[in-house]
């Protein structure tokens, strides 16, 4: 439909038009509804230290001494380490180096809260100024 204004003739081809919009939306949705969800991988899983040496590309070597030290986290209830693949990923996420980039929000906020007022040198009182004890004197 080209016109502004719809007449009373024009209502049947106008129905017919919805009816077939609303149909294709319908269509849509359900086709949407039907796909399959993607399934995030579980992460909480325990791992060799040799899969944790290939998936940090850090020696074995490495690995074995760093879990001794207790710098990754990891438990050995018998003879073999256990090791969570998502707790390795928040261990290298907190040793990063470089920090993670901050958003426009979190560095305006960061910037407000360093530009605090500090108070003016004339509104302190000069009464709670301590001075210093001369012995002798009283």
């Known amino acids: ?53 290939e998936y940090t590309n850090i020696p074995l070597a490495t690995i074995y001494q760093k879990l001794a030290n207790r710098e990754i986290p990891g438990s050995k209830p018998g003879k073999r380490w256990v090791i969570y693949l998502d707790e390795i990923d928040k261990w290298l996420e907190a040793n990063r180096k470089n920090p993670i980039p901050l958003t426009d929000e979190e560095q305006n906020a960061a910037i407000l809260a360093s530009h605090k007022r500090k108070p003016n040198k004339s509104s302190w009182n000069d009464e709670t100024i301590v001075k210093p004890f001369d012995g002798d004197k009283i």
């Open 1 to 53: 439909m080209t016109k502004d204004q719809i007449t009373f003739n024009d209502l049947p081809q106008v129905i017919a038009e919805l009816r077939d919009e609303v149909s294709g939306m319908k269509a849509l949705l359900l086709n949407l509804q039907n796909r399959p969800t993607q399934q995030r991988e579980n992460r909480h899983r325990p791992v060799t230290p040799e899969q944790v040496a």
